[in-house]
């Protein structure tokens, strides 16, 4: 199927297919077409009245050579979008319910970057190297890595997290209760602390964060991490409670870590790495702990 022959004019989706464009990039060969169409952005609110957006259209490994300006107006409850016929033959606009674009505490992309934390000055974390987030593909992301787990919510100094210029979060981290929640990350350039922002979204997954984000305004512009100190999502702000006193110790005597074995028992559907994923996002929740440290030990032989 394709959309070359639409007649210009304003939309509602509304099917069991979907009700809204995805926000999200789609691979090729979907939504029955070859080239699906997907919004480069965040749908607006309704306080937001008519605004202009794009639709790109997945051409093999190029995800936005094809695309087409609409506009999309949120009429409290549902979307309306003004669409053009679109730019070559089997592209699509596509639709999709929030549960079929899928939970991205479930679903989403790991980063495991040390040198994205807030300790890092200049280039020592990256071999001499600036990062840079502008080529970012657009989508869910977890930050987990011992260069921390959650964007930074204070302003970074420039040239840190091996960026010339820091990203750090305008507003407070969301509870679990409160979902997907739209947030600023700003963007500390020439010491001009919030300036080529990017808007994104954020989820609290109980444990740890995920984050929907896009490249980056800047070459060297990156998405920043704090360094592992704090505490894990929705943990009180007291000592962790994961010190406790050894045998030999006395109460009031604390030593630093604990050590708790857990036997892992399954049918075999899950790898031991999402078994160790698993297992550190409970032992934050369990004992505020942000960085855990879980190692697999062989079955002890049979008795």
């Known amino acids: 199927m394709d959309d070359r022959k639409l007649t210009v004019g304003w939309y509602r989706f509304n099917s069991s297919g979907g009700w809204k464009i995805p926000e999200t990039v789609l691979p090729g060969y979907h939504c029955s077409g070859l080239r699906p169409g997907w919004l480069t952005g965040l749908h607006p609110s309704v306080g937001d009245g008519e605004v202009t957006m794009t639709v790109c259209f997945t051409q093999r490994s190029n995800n936005c050579k094809l695309n087409r300006e609409v506009k999309v107006k949120n009429c409290s409850g549902y979307f309306v979008y003004q669409l053009w ?8 606009y596509c639709t999709a319910t929030d549960s079929a674009l899928g939970d991205p505490c479930v679903t989403h992309t790991v980063l495991d970057q040390p040198w994205r934390s807030t300790d890092c000055s200049n280039t020592e974390c990256s071999a001499g190297t600036w990062m840079g987030d502008g080529n970012l593909a ?14 930074s919510e204070t302003v970074v100094p420039v ?8 990203g750090w979060l305008d507003g407070p981290h969301p ?3 409160e979902g997907e929640v739209t947030r ?6 020439d010491n001009n602390t919030c300036i080529g922002n990017q808007v994104i979204r954020v989820k609290n997954c109980s444990g740890y964060y995920v984050y929907q984000l896009w490249p ?14 704090g505490n894990a999502p929705d943990t009180a702000d007291s000592a962790s409670t994961c010190k406790r006193p050894s045998n030999d110790q006395s109460p009031d005597e604390e030593e630093d870590y604990q050590w708790i074995q857990i036997k892992v028992t399954g049918d075999g559907d899950m790898t031991e790495e999402e078994v ?15 960085n855990p440290q879980v190692e697999p030990v062989p079955n002890p032989p049979d008795e």
């Open 138 to 151: 657009v989508g869910w992301y977890r930050f987990n890595s011992s260069g921390g787990w959650k964007i």
């Open 216 to 229: 980056s305004p800047y070459t060297n512009a990156v998405y920043c991490t704090d360094a592992p100190s």
């Open 85 to 92: 016929p679109s730019p070559h033959y089997y592209a699509v």
């Open 276 to 290: 160790k994923e698993a297992l550190i996002a409970k032992l934050r929740e369990m004992y505020d702990d942000p």
């Open 184 to 189: 600023t990350v700003c963007f500390n350039k």
């Open 159 to 166: 040239n840190h997290c091996s960026g010339r210029y820091p």
């Open 175 to 177: 509870s679990v209760g």
